[in-house]
């Protein structure tokens, strides 16, 4: 079967429906807490914003803004702010304090360990997020035990491994490997699975999950502040939707019906975000959904996070491999003075569709539903740098997967 190698994109036509609880839990007040307990872990430090104004220029809008999260935390991506903050809610959760009250400090101190003891903490990822949850529990002193779905790669199973988790390929697609975490979670004392997707009976942890991505915003919006600009557009890229859906819920519940123009950004062989949206209702789908995309390369959206998309996004992006890889090749050679930005092939498929959007005229209709124009002001979060070192330098330097 030939692949689709077009970029198709749907307005957002989804019924309406209540979602208010969701919405308070990406509050301004709550953002404060999160943004309080990263700050307080000696490895925190804001990540930059990068302001492209030559290709800006290039393609033909106002600025382009890019959120680089390949120096968060000294781990190439932006999934421990989710997972260390789920983990600390958890554990504050368990004893009856306050979130607020566990800082780094307190969550290694002797005190809280001889309280609690040693917790396991179960997760599925293709990658980024279990290394975050690993990276986490081993600076608190638990254990985690990480499944990755075939196909992935053999260094970011390493990487993991690296942080002191119990870590595996197995034998099935992403969210095979969610069922095989909650399954042995269920089977094992004091553990407890934390996981960047909701499910019915399943959604407290993924709203705490959601609620530490908004660090990463918190920051771009205030960095945004200092170039006295306000963004137009965002794009933002969605696997299970946890990071999409936070997002989409931080803007809203920020600016209401000001907010910026939220686009979902998927890959074809897993856009269940997409497929949803063009049913106007929940959906799932199946298969390998092998794809480069490989942080993005999950069936089953993640079900609070859904329920904002479908009230408040713009429009949903469904992208060809292409797509990724030219925003990959696009942030590693800056035009002119332009810093460079090592992006992924999760992190980078914002670029290329953006970029994509302004330079074929095969899509002029495209860039006119979503209002891009000289005056558009667009905000892309490049969520990992070179996570598959290999792979990276095959797109880039080998020229894999070329625009089309």
């Not at 302004?358 to 860039?367: D, G, I, S, V």
């Not at 490049?382 to 625009?403: A, C, F, H, N, V």
Request: glycine share 8%; charged share 25%; aromatic share 10%.
């Amino acid at each position: 079967m030939i692949e689709n190698q077009k970029i198709e994109i749907i307005s957002n036509e989804c019924q309406k429906s209540n979602c208010e609880d969701v919405l308070n839990l990406l509050s301004s007040y709550e953002m404060k807490k999160v943004l309080a307990f990263h700050k307080s872990f000696p490895q925190y430090a804001e990540t930059p914003l990068i302001k492209l104004d030559n290709l800006a220029a290039r393609l033909g809008v106002k600025a382009i803004y890019v959120k680089d999260e390949s120096y968060r935390f000294g781990l190439n991506a932006f999934k421990v702010l989710g997972g260390s903050y789920a983990i600390a809610r958890y554990i504050a959760k368990l004893i009856g304090k306050d979130v607020s009250e566990m800082t780094y400090k307190y969550l290694t101190s002797k005190e809280l360990r001889g309280q609690i003891g040693q917790i396991t903490f179960f997760t599925a990822t293709d990658g980024n997020h279990g290394r975050g949850v690993a990276w986490a529990a081993n600076k608190l002193g638990q254990k985690s035990v990480v499944y990755m779905p075939a196909g992935s790669s053999q260094i970011r199973l390493d990487n993991i491994r690296a942080e002191g988790a119990e870590a595996s390929i197995i034998d099935g697609n992403y969210d095979d490997a969610v069922r095989l975490a909650a399954k042995h979670s269920a089977e094992t004392p004091k553990s407890v699975v934390v996981q960047d997707t909701a499910w019915e009976g399943y959604e407290e942890i993924p709203g705490w999950i959601m609620q530490g991505y908004g660090t990463m915003v918190v920051e771009a919006e205030n960095q945004l502040e200092n170039y006295y600009d306000a963004c137009t557009h965002v794009f933002v890229q969605a696997g299970v939707g946890s990071l999409a859906g936070a997002v989409q819920g931080i803007y809203t519940s920020t600016y209401g019906e000001k907010a910026p123009k939220v686009t979902i950004v998927e890959p074809h062989a897993a856009n269940c975000l997409y497929e949803s949206a063009k049913a106007k209702d929940y959906k799932i789908v199946t298969g390998e959904m092998r794809t480069i995309m490989a942080g993005l390369a999950c069936g089953e959206p993640n079900t609070i996070s859904w329920k904002l998309l479908k009230n408040y996004s713009d429009a949903f992006a469904s992208c060809p491999e292409w797509v990724a890889a030219k925003g990959m090749r696009i942030l590693s050679s800056p035009s002119a003075t332009d810093e460079r930005v090592i992006s992924g092939e999760s992190g980078a498929v914002g670029a290329g569709l953006l970029a994509a959007l302004m330079q074929k005229n095969e899509y002029t209709k495209l860039r006119d539903q979503l209002g891009l124009n000289e005056d558009s002001v667009v905000l892309l979060f490049s969520t990992e740098g070179d996570t598959d070192p290999e792979k990276y330098l095959d797109i880039i330097w080998d020229g894999e997967y070329p625009s089309l």
